[in-house]
């Protein structure tokens, strides 16, 4: 059973760009939670999604960013117009439906992203 | 919403020591505190978890424990090794209209000497 699955592993775009990431989860999972993780700090929320549904966007920048969960295919974390202080690691992760969800999130191995 | 505090940032620890992290959270309903670990340039990986009608809860040389009352819990690791070197997350989960957030501590860099 293939773990949660992200990618690009390391992403480098110029002030302006866009930056795509995207995520598989586990099979059989069908949550997903968006992570930023700066350098010494923490995990920080940023957005939960089921299929096709954002449940809690609440952290979130108000513009430029977005993500999505279509029906088919990854989860997609997208990032307009970049700026320096987007660079960070990403951190997908998923966990089963909600009728067994105990809280518990398995972790893909992260993007890495570097604005220059 | 939730606020998770995790102390110290840095540990520094011989190697058989013991190695003990602390968080306190904020929210009186949240139910579930998980702990991960994240080895240099890896994933976090869930380490041992406890829920809140359990006030201690033991794996091998991992422990914690969770005082309620108090909100707050412990992570402690007996006989330490230089493969236990990692940064250490605890987090706290509440229950918000059936869905599970787990609010993340800024983590604890954990650096055993052999």
């Known amino acids: 059973n293939a773990g949660v699955m992200q990618n690009p592993r390391h992403l480098v775009r110029r002030r302006g760009q866009e930056a795509r990431l995207r995520c598989s989860p586990m099979k059989g999972h069908s949550h997903v939670y968006w992570y930023r993780q700066l350098p010494e700090e923490g995990l920080k929320f940023m957005v939960y999604?089921?299929?096709?549904?954002?449940?809690?966007e609440s952290g979130m920048p108000k513009e430029r960013f977005s993500a999505e969960f279509p029906k088919e295919g990854p989860s997609i974390l997208r990032i307009q117009q970049v700026v320096r202080g987007d660079s960070a690691a990403y951190f997908c992760?998923?966990?089963?439906?909600?009728?067994?969800?105990?809280?518990?999130?398995?972790f893909g191995e992260g993007s890495r992203l570097t604005v220059l | 919403g939730e606020n998770v505090e995790q102390h110290p940032s840095t540990l520094s620890v011989q190697e058989g020591d013991s190695a003990v992290i602390k968080c306190t959270y904020s929210d009186s309903a949240s139910n579930y505190f998980p702990w991960y670990k994240q080895e240099l340039g890896k994933r976090p990986q869930l380490i041992i978890d406890i829920r809140s009608n359990v006030g201690e809860k033991k794996d091998q040389r991992i422990a914690v424990t969770l005082n309620k009352t108090a909100k707050h819990f412990s992570l402690h690791i007996t006989e330490t090794q230089p493969e236990d070197s990692a940064v250490y997350f605890c987090?706290?989960?509440?229950?918000?209209?059936?869905?599970?957030?787990?609010?993340f501590g800024r983590g604890t860099s954990l650096i055993v000497h052999p």
């Open positions: 987090a706290a989960v509440e229950p918000s209209g059936g869905s599970y957030i787990p609010t």
């Open positions: 992760a998923s966990s089963p439906n909600s009728g067994s969800n105990t809280g518990e999130l398995f």
């Open positions: 999604l089921q299929k096709e549904n954002i449940i809690d």
